[in-house]
């Protein structure tokens, strides 16, 4: 007898089946977790792969410079600005492809380096390394369609400077992770960090055009003189206001990792020279303004050298005669400065430069500044000798900014890279009288008339200044056959707005120097050269009809037959 057993039926009871449906949904979110997830993790690692530098250099850098507003000329000229660039880099620790394949490749598309170079860069397992800075979107598509994953490609913001070499010194550069390191753009580091003003453009003194009109005419005057460097100087007398700075050699900053390190220095603000017989000016001015002097017709004697120990102090085109104070600016005589000098002493010598600030770093925004070879003692000798230039230091800023005081009613102020408001010059410190500076703007434009100044004259502007001719100090003492040549000058002397310094460190004579190297032939005539082109973009136009009243002054000067 057979038996059989019935599978009874399952009954699916609503509970069960919700149950079910359930677990299934469950199961479906978590697929589309996971899915969602290695998504991100793949997202991630293409950007870890083409951005990432490893050390965090790009999130930093793009940080710093994005918050850099622009840096402009007084007349809004931009002259530093921040841009979005593409950058090329490599990851060379994830190269997939040989290195001996791709290093030929990237020679070929980016030249700056060798195949070697890209080689070893290659093979460096370094995690990133960057190979172009800044590249063209051409560029970037030509390094991509190589094929190779560990190539690196980004939009950063990048700090451009669209002058390139143009006042390189005063506006400086930044560096990767958008810090100023250097100039302006050091300086203004807070402001551009400020929550008030991050992103605001700021404004410097500086005139662009004034500026380019400098750089070129010292530029060429030191091609054909062959000297070693040069510098030049626009200040406006009234505000302080510094129009234009020059330091010649020049970088420029779009590339300041390939700048040489000497073109880097700013000799404007940072070195200091002995300025020779442009200190004269000052002197005199000291000599009249402290009573020393009270008849400009008094003379003293230079007919011999003067011998102060085992020293002796001579001069270069000797007059052999009694000299009055316009006679002694003129023909540049450091016997009768050193006698002026004498007479006015050690203290007040000394007191007269502090208070010009001779005896401390420039005044200016700029953290690239040179201290002063100050004195050691003020002896007799040092005092004479101080007088016309020798034995005492100083930057060409400290010149301009003294020469603006001796011109402008004798108010010194300090000198600034930032544009001053109307009505806001800095107030000051009164340095000579008012009468005292009168005189000196006479005695400068008499220099440029009737004295060693004359190749700097331009018709119309009234133009004043002094020579200064140094011996350059070095290993041993001075040099016979090397010095420093500069002219200082202020314009236009009836009313005066600027000074314009210009120096040449160790020319050599050429056929437009006439084979001479002192500062008559060699920085006069650009200082001539910079205001005929600068001036009416100053507001100064030549004016025939102007000029200083010297008639006081041209019966002082001896007109008959020098004595040898």
Do not use: C
Not at 116 to 144: D, Q, T
Not at 414 to 430: D, E, S
């Amino acid at each position: 007898m057979t038996t059989l057993v019935a599978r009874p039926q399952r009954t699916r009871h609503a509970g069960a089946r919700q149950t079910s449906i359930l677990v299934a949904h469950q199961r479906l979110m978590l697929l589309m977790l996971l899915f969602i997830a290695g998504t991100l993790v793949i997202a991630t690692r293409l950007i870890w792969l083409n951005f990432d530098t490893g050390n965090g250099r790009a999130a930093v850098g793009a940080s710093g410079l994005a918050a850099r507003g622009d840096i402009v000329d007084r007349n809004g000229e931009v002259l530093a600005r921040t841009i979005e660039a593409w950058s090329i880099g490599v990851h060379p620790n994830k190269l997939l492809g040989r290195a001996e394949d791709l290093a030929p490749k990237l020679a070929r598309l980016m030249p700056e380096r060798t195949e070697a170079e890209y080689l070893a860069i290659l093979k460096s397992g370094k995690n990133f390394a960057y190979l172009r800075p800044r590249a063209m979107p051409e560029l970037v598509a030509a390094v991509n369609a190589l094929g190779e994953p560990a190539m690196a490609y980004a939009r950063e913001p990048e700090r451009l400077y669209p002058q390139t070499t143009l006042a390189a010194h005063v506006i400086g550069y930044t560096d990767f992770d958008g810090r100023g390191v250097m100039g302006m753009e050091r300086v203004l580091n807070d402001p551009f960090s400020d929550p008030l003003t991050r992103g605001k453009p700021v404004a410097l003194s500086i005139d662009k055009r004034v500026q380019a009109a400098m750089e070129s005419e010292l530029s060429a005057a030191m091609m054909d003189l062959q000297a070693v460097g040069a510098t030049g100087l626009v200040l406006d007398v009234n505000t302080g206001e510094i129009i234009a700075m020059v330091s010649l050699p020049v970088f420029n900053p779009n590339r300041s990792g390939e700048a040489d390190p000497e073109a880097m220095r700013n000799n404007v603000t940072q070195s200091v020279y002995e300025l020779g017989s442009t200190f004269k000016m000052l002197t005199m001015a000291n000599a009249i303004d402290t009573g020393v002097v009270t008849d400009l017709g008094r003379r003293v004697d230079a007919t011999a050298p003067i011998e102060v120990g085992r020293f002796k102090i001579s001069d270069d085109h000797p007059q052999r005669r009694w000299l009055n104070v316009p006679e002694t600016l003129a023909h540049s005589s450091n016997i009768a400065t050193a006698r002026f000098a004498d007479e006015l002493g050690a203290q007040r010598t000394e007191a007269f430069f502090r208070k010009l600030g001779f005896d401390s770093a420039p005044h200016v925004e700029l953290r690239e500044r040179g201290r002063p070879l100050w004195p050691q003692s003020w002896g007799r000798l040092t005092t004479m000798t101080v007088a016309y230039g020798h034995g005492i230091a100083v930057s060409p800023l400290h010149l301009a900014s003294a020469y603006a005081t001796l011109v402008n009613g004798g108010i010194w102020r300090p000198a600034t890279l930032m544009k001053v408001q109307p009505g806001h010059a800095p107030k000051g410190r009164r340095i000579i009288s008012e009468h005292t500076s009168m005189i000196m703007r006479k005695l400068f434009r008499l220099v440029v008339t009737d004295g060693t100044g004359k190749n700097a004259d331009v018709p119309g502007f009234r133009i004043g200044g002094k020579t200064g001719t140094a011996e350059k100090p070095g290993v041993g003492g001075y040099s016979k056959t090397k010095n420093v040549s500069t002219f200082a000058a202020a314009f236009p002397m009836d009313a005066p707005r600027f000074v314009v310094i210009a120096m040449l460190d160790s020319p050599k004579g050429s056929a437009n120097s006439f084979g001479q190297t002192t500062a008559a032939y060699t920085a006069a005539p650009v200082v001539a050269k910079v205001i005929a082109r600068t001036g009416p973009m100053l507001g100064v136009f030549p004016d025939a009809s102007r000029e200083v009243d010297l008639a006081d002054m041209m019966p002082l000067l001896w007109k008959g037959k020098e004595e040898h």
